[in-house]
């Protein structure tokens, strides 16, 4: 697989947890970015910190890599390949793929070893 490059994002963000009956809250569909997903059991909404959702429960401080893209859906191991990297380090990571790209989440206060990390493993992180 070619090395892939990673773009940092700006934005700290906030994964939150709803119940799965749950409507989700206008003022997520005013950010520039947010990701839903909902199963039978929840409704989870990942936002950025400065938007203040009343959720049941919240996990903040998340900084974002997008894998940049688009990326082909032929292209496999690409999450896991990055996720093992991370893990090798004790970096937890919180994935999210949408249909043109993959986007992992890192805690802020590993944010610098993460990237260190995959530059370490020839991937380039602007």
């Known amino acids: 697989m070619a090395t892939l490059t990673l773009k940092r994002l700006n934005d ?8 799965a009956n749950s409507e989700i809250p206008s003022e997520v569909f005013k950010q ?8 039978n ?9 400065t938007l203040m959702l009343l959720s049941e429960d919240s996990e903040p401080d998340w900084q974002a890599l997008e894998v940049v ?3 082909d859906f032929s292209l ?5 390949k990055i996720s093992t990297i991370l893990a090798n380090k004790k970096i937890s990571i919180f ?4 249909f ?3 986007y992992v989440l890192v805690k802020s206060n590993k944010i610098d070893s ?5 530059t370490n493993n020839n991937y380039q992180v602007i």
């Open 12 to 19: 700290t963000f906030t994964i939150h947890s709803f119940p």
């Open 32 to 39: 520039h970015m947010y990701f839903i997903a909902k199963t």
């Open 41 to 49: 059991d929840e409704v989870s909404v990942v936002a950025p910190s």
């Open 69 to 71: 893209g688009p990326l």
């Open 76 to 80: 496999t191991g690409i999450l896991s």
């Open 95 to 98: 994935a999210i793929s949408t």
């Open 100 to 102: 043109d790209t993959d």
């Open 114 to 118: 993460a990237i260190t990390a995959l």
